[in-house]
């Protein structure tokens, strides 16, 4: 058969400990010996499809068109269905388990242009058990895409309309300020928000954070070298976002964020006091301020 896509982009919680990623790699490359796998990352937290799908969603408009396979499979064996589904008319097909974890990069691409259940056995390895459905079930479809294969062979036809949806979080409007959350801390510490730069648009340079108890003091950047020491900065990521990041630190260590924590963004008040050096950042506790009594030592010391 002639070759319909030429590669699979494979992404999974699978890690590199295991045999798990090599096997998958045997599997394709055994029926379909010229077709070429591009590891995404096998370094999703064990059955965070959230996780998975935001980073397919971060990559989507990079990936090469062909085949992307994505195994984050915490139902594996139960009732959750197998699917593919077809992206810009054939352009790319992604594979998964139908649980939410495709969805935002099938929205990436335009939306589902067809999708199918994955129930041919003919296009299946036997399965000793029902546990590993990235060999048995994900990688020989995949292969079979690639070897020419039509995709309403390797499945039977569902309506894409009936797929589980992904569930991104949204920022919204609550009192003074808008409530966004941390989608993904990244490697160095930097921690990306669900926060477009259009919805601060007009707020100026410096932004009050409020999380975990404390407010900082957020300082809009152009790039991490821009970030000085003891600045929380505000950068437009790779991805379009803001992100809080540090001077060559990890955002995430220090301040204790991680996905889904909240993250409250309020627009500076010009007469608020900025502390020394303007940009820095300044813990402000939320409790209200009240005056220590004087001690007999402190008198004296006043005295003298």
């Not at 064996?77 to 352009?91: K, L, M, P």
Request: glycine fraction near 12%; hydrophobic fraction near 45%; charge should be negative.
């Amino acid at each position: 058969m002639a070759l319909r896509y030429q590669t699979v982009t494979f992404l999974s919680d699978y890690g590199l400990v295991d045999e798990f990623v090599g096997v998958v790699h045997s599997v394709i490359r055994t029926i379909a010996p010229e077709a070429h796998v591009i590891d995404l990352t096998h370094q999703i937290a064990p059955f965070d499809t959230r996780a998975a799908g935001l980073a397919l969603a971060r990559s989507a408009q990079y990936l090469c068109p062909g085949v992307v396979m994505a195994v984050v499979d915490p139902g594996v064996g139960g009732t959750r269905r197998s699917i593919a589904v077809e992206v810009g008319d054939g352009q790319s097909v992604l594979i998964g388990p139908d649980n939410g974890l495709l969805a935002p990069a099938v929205a990436m691409c335009g939306g589902a242009t067809a999708a199918v259940l994955l129930d041919k056995p003919d296009y299946q390895l036997p399965a000793p058990g029902a546990t590993f459905a990235g060999r048995d079930v994900f990688a020989p479809a995949a292969a079979h895409l690639c070897n020419g294969v039509p995709l309403g062979e390797v499945g039977t036809e569902i309506d894409p309309a009936g797929l589980l949806p992904g569930i991104l979080p949204l920022t919204r409007e609550e009192d003074d300020a808008l409530v966004a959350e941390v989608l993904w801390v990244d490697s160095f510490g930097n921690a990306q928000l669900n926060v477009d730069p259009d919805e601060v648009e007009g707020w100026g340079d410096r932004i009050a954070l409020r999380f975990g108890g404390t407010t900082r003091t957020g300082v809009i950047v152009d790039h991490y070298s821009a970030v000085t020491p003891g600045m929380v900065g505000l950068v437009v990521d790779s991805y379009g976002l803001l992100s809080i990041a540090l001077d060559q630190a990890s955002a995430a260590a220090d301040y204790g964020l991680r996905p889904s924590t909240e993250v409250h963004l309020v627009r500076f008040d010009d007469e608020q006091e900025m502390g020394s050096g303007g940009g820095l950042s300044t813990a402000v506790s939320l409790t209200s301020k009240r005056t220590a009594p004087a001690t007999e030592e402190s008198e004296k010391s006043e005295a003298s």
